[in-house]
């Protein structure tokens, strides 16, 4: 059985960084591709980014662009977000998630297309 564990969120002074991680167990991560979603009170869960099997391609929110980066670890079947200016706008609850299917292209947004989630972590951003 497929388990994401998240760790790396908590609270962060506005301008901050943190650096989440996604460890898996009972599945090799290699051949999908993987994902960080976010959900705030009230919102709906949205994409924050995504990377592809391999690792070679990803994407980013635009409210993110430039501030956060997705990496992955193969070999240790882990994924990353680092994440630096970080606004309370970002405050969330950040879930890693993988692909429904193998190496698929393009990357996909829709949480729709992930069949294991984690079970999130908090981040807030406040001063």
């Known amino acids: 059985q497929v388990q994401l564990v998240e760790s790396g969120g908590g609270l962060v002074q506005p301008g901050g960084s943190l650096r989440l991680s996604c460890a898996a167990s009972?599945?090799?991560?290699?051949?999908?591709?993987m994902g960080w979603f976010r959900q705030a009170p009230g919102k709906e869960r949205e994409c924050v980014s995504g990377?592809?099997?391999?690792?070679?391609?990803?994407n980013y929110a635009d409210s993110v662009k430039g501030r956060f980066t997705i990496s992955r670890d193969n070999a240790k079947n882990t994924l990353y977000l680092q994440m630096n200016s970080l606004k309370p706008e970002d405050t969330a609850v950040y879930y890693c998630a993988r692909d429904a299917h193998f190496l698929r292209i393009p990357i996909p947004t829709l949480s729709s297309h992930y069949a294991y989630w984690g079970q999130g972590t908090q981040v807030t951003v406040s001063s």
């Open positions: 009972g599945s090799i991560l290699s051949f999908n591709a």
């Open positions: 990377i592809s099997w391999g690792g070679g391609r990803t």
